[in-house]
């Protein structure tokens, strides 16, 4: 089996949510729904205090091609309009909806007939009015992704469902309860972009799903269209350049995207999210998020609606079990510490991990000992060790002729590091200031 | 709600530390030790306590002075005193292990930077420096267990001595003169063996040290088996050549590194003054880590 250079062996703890079934989370009676939830610039409120809305109902507008809708998670009425928590930015502008409890649903929800002849442009928009965003955790707005440039013809797309993080396991679930929706939605973005064809990307810690996608795919004869590609478990097999030079043996090239090189790559559950908009006419107002960590009494995934509490998600599992240390908005490895349990949901929160304080280590630094870990990991073959040297004395020129905007963050160098160094602090730093000159 | 801690990602690491790295490298010169105390009895202990003593009281009265936190207690002073007593011989005068050890640990490590910073390997220097000062004390042997005054191996070749050379099994197990350390390829092997097994070393730099001085050895016309087992190859290839912080950081750069040294002990030994040459031919790769490092960058992904 083929791969990328570097990359580390996990402990994955993913077993537990995997035990327990999805349960879908009663709609929150109080939502708080940011207008920022993408890459790109925030969506301007389209309601105001003392608004009526229903479940899908547009409540902000796109603020551009880079940008995305956000539609209300909830029925009821629009309290306010001001600043709240927010996972990623800390405080954010929000869309406060109080619930009339009856969860009413928009009109234009409803499961619906695809005619066969959809132009592509005609999926791109639907896409687009769904306000539906990059599953992973990257939250690019999905129409601009669908919409490669004129000049670079598509042939492939590949299907995200690597999850290579620890803990999460929506992607998963996902696939074993929603295999032949996940299958279409693939099929409605191989038509968005004319490709020929579609690799769903595996690891191989998640044969069940795979073997489940094969027989599907043979029993509706689609398996000369999509293929399902085993990778090795293997962090961090997500990364669309890794997974690219994986399947396909081709790399993107440096400070170029996938489109470059014809290919387009999805996360499985924006795929689900896309069949939602074509065949039920759905917003993407909700989503399965994965809440566990050993400080959680019954670990599993939830259906949240967008714009719950990460508490109430917590509550929907059972509490703490004990006080943890660290909550974290998706995986241990690249996602965002919380200072709280008050953020709500967004369209990127692919799970709610809690650490206790046995499991995490915010020890002092030393110098760097040139152990070479670090080299030998980095899956984009950076030298982390002299970069980050480069960033703690502030030569970021250096740091940028060193290639340092190539780096992806994924974590490998401060977890390896044996001088506890905090490689990715050093890394961001550097990035931000190279980009800056 | 306790308080939670914000951090930047990722929020999980590895359980490796600077600590774990370095008492698992004191564990695996514990064979070398044991076996220089089976051959060379008190005088082994005396100068291995000594420089272990040395080394950590010079690391941090010397960290002190230069206002760095105390890091005795991470090992690498162990290290460093161990690996410098194993290249002395067992006969040093207290005062000399005592100079030694101090400059490998403050000299060539603290006074560049500290641990990471040092661009020569420490017990290496520091036995440099105690040659060039004390030759005589330096290069006086004896044999092991009883003792009495001998030639290193590597010397009766040099010197042309008409002592019969010991066995390549006597060779092997440490059955002769030398450094307190350097004699006993078995011992050295099997704690080299441990760090492969821990991932503290690469298994290139002994594989392609020990493999080219064989070959290279076998074409100027020596005996490669008896080159390798005698003197410090051994030693050199499993725990000096492998110091991570004055090798190259690529595969590509460890194996020049490895074949380099490799070059250089055998021109040492068959033209040079000395009879050794392991400690020299590290040392002066050593030097050429920086240019290996700048010419060997790894070619980034999607980089042309």
């Known amino acids: 089996m083929g791969s990328f250079k570097g990359g580390i062996h996990l402990h994955y703890n993913k077993k537990r949510t995997l035990l327990n079934a999805v349960k879908t989370c009663t709609p929150p009676h109080l939502v708080a729904i940011p207008l920022l939830q993408h890459l790109g610039s925030p969506a301007k409120a389209l309601v ?33 309009i001001a600043n709240y928590y927010h996972p990623v ?55 601009v992704k669908l919409s490669p440039p004129k000049d670079k013809p598509i042939d492939t797309v590949i299907i995200n469902a690597a999850e290579c993080e620890p803990y999460l396991t ?17 099929l409605l973005i191989i038509k968005a972009v004319n490709a020929k064809h579609a690799y769903i990307a595996i690891e191989d810690n998640k044969m069940d799903a795979y073997e489940l996608l094969c027989s599907k ?68 107002y909700e989503r399965l998020v994965t809440v566990s960590g050993s400080c959680v009494r019954t670990p599993r995934n939830v259906l949240a609606r967008i714009g719950t509490p990460a508490s109430a998600l917590i509550k929907e599992c059972g509490g703490f079990l004990r006080p943890p240390s660290k909550l974290i908005m998706g995986g241990p490895m690249m996602g965002l510490s919380q200072s709280s349990e008050q953020w709500p949901v967004i369209k990127g929160t692919s799970g709610i991990v809690s650490l206790h304080e046995t499991e995490i280590d915010i020890s002092d630094y030393h110098n760097c000992i040139r152990c070479t870990k670090c080299v030998n990991a980095c899956p984009m073959q950076l030298v982390p060790s002299r970069l980050s040297i480069l960033a703690e004395h502030e030569r970021y020129q250096e740091a940028k002729d060193s290639g340092i905007t190539a780096c992806i963050e994924c974590g490998i160098c401060s977890y390896v590091c044996p001088a506890k160094r905090p490689m990715v602090q050093f890394m961001k730093i550097a990035k931000a200031k190279a980009l800056q000159k | 709600m306790k308080k939670l801690i914000v951090t930047i990602s990722p929020h999980e690491r590895s359980r490796e530390s600077i600590a774990s790295i370095m008492w698992g490298v004191v564990i695996a010169l514990l064979p070398a030790t044991v076996a220089s105390v089976v051959f060379f009895k008190f005088l082994a202990i005396k100068v291995i306590m000594l420089s272990v003593a040395t080394a950590l009281g010079t690391e941090y009265f010397t960290r002190k002075a230069l206002g760095r936190s105390n890091t005795i207690s991470d090992g690498s002073a162990v290290v460093t005193g161990i690996l410098f007593a194993f290249c002395v011989p067992p006969t040093s005068p207290w005062w000399m292990v005592m100079i030694g050890s101090a400059c490998a640990i403050c000299l060539v490590k603290e006074l560049f930077g500290g641990l990471g910073a040092n661009i020569f390997n420490p017990a290496l220097t520091a036995r440099a420096i105690l040659l060039a000062s004390f030759p005589v004390h330096m290069t006086t042997w004896i044999r092991p267990f009883d003792a009495i005054a001998c030639a290193t191996p590597l010397g009766i070749v040099k010197e042309h001595l008409t002592i019969p050379l010991p066995s390549y099994m006597d060779l092997f197990l440490g059955n002769c003169g030398g ?25 290139y730099y002994p594989v392609f040290y020990i493999g080219v001085v064989f070959t290279l050895s076998y074409f100027v016309g020596r005996d490669p088996l008896y080159e390798i087992l005698a003197g410090g190859v051994f030693l050199g290839a499993f725990f000096m050549i492998t110091d991570m912080v004055t090798t190259p950081i690529t595969r590509l750069g460890g194996i020049i590194f490895a074949c380099g040294a490799a070059l250089l002990t055998v021109v040492i030994r068959n033209y040079g003054g000395y ?11 050593n030097a050429f880590t920086p240019l290996i490092d700048r010419l060997l960058t790894p070619r980034i992904l999607g980089a042309r």
Not at chain 1, 170 to 186: A, Y
């Open chain 1, 48 to 80: 105001k205090a003392g608004d009526k809305v229903k479940v899908g109902t547009k409540i902000g507008e796109s603020s551009g091609f880079m940008s995305a809708h956000v539609h209300s998670s909830i029925s009821g009425t629009v309290k306010k």
């Open chain 2, 179 to 203: 450094c307190i350390g350097e004699t006993s390829a078995l011992a050295i092997l099997i704690g080299g063996l441990f760090l492969l097994y821990r991932k503290t070393i690469y298994w």
């Open chain 2, 275 to 285: 009879p050794e040459g392991v400690c020299y031919s590290i040392l002066i790769m």
């Open chain 1, 217 to 284: 795919l043979r029993s509706n004869r689609w398996d000369a269209i999509i293929t399902p590609f085993k990778l090795a478990t293997k962090y961090p097999h997500g990364a669309e350049k890794q997974q690219i030079k994986t399947i396909l043996n081709k790399e993107v090239p440096l400070g170029g995207l996938p489109f470059d090189i014809g290919v387009v790559v999805q996360n499985v559950g924006t795929a689900y999210a896309i069949y939602e908009a074509v065949y039920f006419g759905k917003p993407l």
């Open chain 1, 89 to 143: 930015v800390g405080f954010a502008e929000a869309i406060h909806i109080e619930s009339d409890e009856k969860d009413t649903k928009e009109d234009h929800i409803y499961p619906r007939n695809v005619p066969d002849n959809l132009t592509s442009e005609e999926i791109r928009q639907i896409v687009a009015d769904c306000g539906i965003v990059g599953l992973g955790g990257a939250t690019l707005p999905t129409h």
């Open chain 1, 170 to 186: 929506c992607d998963h679930m996902l696939m074993l309860t929603r295999s032949k929706e996940v299958l279409l939605g693939i």
